[in-house]
């Protein structure tokens, strides 16, 4: 669900920047007042975790369409929203800076549709209501799924409004509305279980970390370094290896996009901001589309007919390229998500 510019306005992604550049403060007001001593390695870590776990696609039956774990969820629930809306931040703008997944103009729609609603509403209001004090293998379940499903159908809705305000696109209302819920319905689903599945595998293992995150008052330095060595090695499996099994079918918000206009990429504007956000990411992504970058096919006539079937790619799709990408976002994840609870933590001291 990674917008890119030629979704968006200048005007409504200039206020997505503002309403995003609003809410990372509010939260490192807040987090600087009650950060923990075990927050900041977690951050950075959970940083890892998601990027890695972005890059997996799962195809959604019988839709031609794949999905992808938003993560929100997940860190909200081991962090607290205030950690957890800064490492989705960090974790968004490596990919949109780095990796071009994401454009740099819609950078502060995809911060607050796949941060706000989850670290901000659906947390607060579902997940902590469902689980809450009496946690439970069955309340984390049925909370998780709910909650994700919540989060991802407004993050969903924050996407076709946010489209519609733009005015710049051939997607009419209506039947990009009816096309978005319903496929991130089912992607929600999907991300409920796996949300339930890591938040399951921490309250066995350190319970403590959940209620630090609930309490939002800090519990000392816990002793979690097996926690931390086991997500790592999650995310460098995830990044380095699983990533060559994703799904090859279009996500959800482009699966929604070619049913309404017959394209699942609009191009651009060439010029405005928007060619010189485009110019700039061109610039920054050192691995475009998560990949070494690829030669320029040949001119039809030179080896081939203009006619000729376009080759299947392989699946899985082992590549070096993938491989080191993964293993390179989830370090600048990491490393971002990690050096802002650092930064906040000193100044709080």
């Not at 957890?84 to 950078?107: C, H, K, N, P, W």
């Not at 191009?267 to 030669?295: C, I, N, V, W």
Request: some cysteine; aromatic content about 10%; proline content about 5%.
């Amino acid at each position: 669900m990674h917008m890119a510019d030629a979704l968006i306005s200048p005007a409504v992604g200039g206020a997505m920047w503002a309403a995003t550049v609003g809410l990372t403060l509010y939260s490192a007001k807040k987090l600087k007042e009650n950060l923990d001593d075990s927050q900041t390695p977690l951050m950075g870590v959970l940083g890892a975790f998601i990027f890695a776990a972005q890059m997996i696609n799962f195809t959604i039956p019988a839709t031609g369409s794949s999905g992808h774990l938003g993560g929100g969820m997940i860190l909200a629930i081991l962090l607290g929203p205030y950690s957890a809306f800064i490492t989705m931040a960090s974790v968004l703008t490596v990919q949109a800076l780095f990796f071009a997944d994401g454009g740099l103009l819609a950078l502060g729609c995809n911060i607050f549709n796949l941060g706000f609603f989850p670290c901000f509403i659906a947390y607060p209001i579902i997940y902590k209501q469902i689980a809450g004090e009496s946690t439970t293998q069955r309340s984390i379940m049925t909370g998780a799924i709910m909650a994700s499903i919540v989060g991802l159908q407004m993050g969903a809705l924050g996407v076709v409004f946010e489209t519609l305000f733009s005015g710049i696109s051939e997607l009419p209302f209506g039947a990009f509305l009816l096309l978005m819920q319903p496929i991130h319905l089912a992607i929600g689903i999907v991300e409920g279980l796996v949300t339930a599945a890591v938040v399951s595998f921490i309250w066995k293992a350190r319970p403590e970390i959940l209620n630090m995150a609930r309490t939002a008052r800090p519990v000392g330095r816990l002793a979690i370094g097996n926690v931390l060595v086991g997500l790592l090695m999650v995310a460098a499996f995830t990044g380095g290896i699983l990533s060559w099994f994703a799904s090859e079918r279009p996500d959800g918000l482009e699966w929604s996009m070619f049913h309404t206009s017959g394209k699942e990429k609009l191009e651009p504007a060439e010029k405005g901001l928007h060619s010189l956000f485009a110019r700039l990411q061109e610039k920054t992504a050192f691995l475009p589309d998560y990949g070494f970058m690829k030669a320029e096919p040949d001119k039809p006539g030179e080896n081939e007919s203009p006619a000729a079937p376009e080759k299947k790619e392989p699946w899985p799709a082992i590549s070096a390229g993938t491989s080191v990408s993964g293993m390179v976002g989830g370090t600048m994840a990491m490393g971002l998500a990690g050096f802002i609870g650092f930064a906040l933590k000193k100044r709080h001291r």
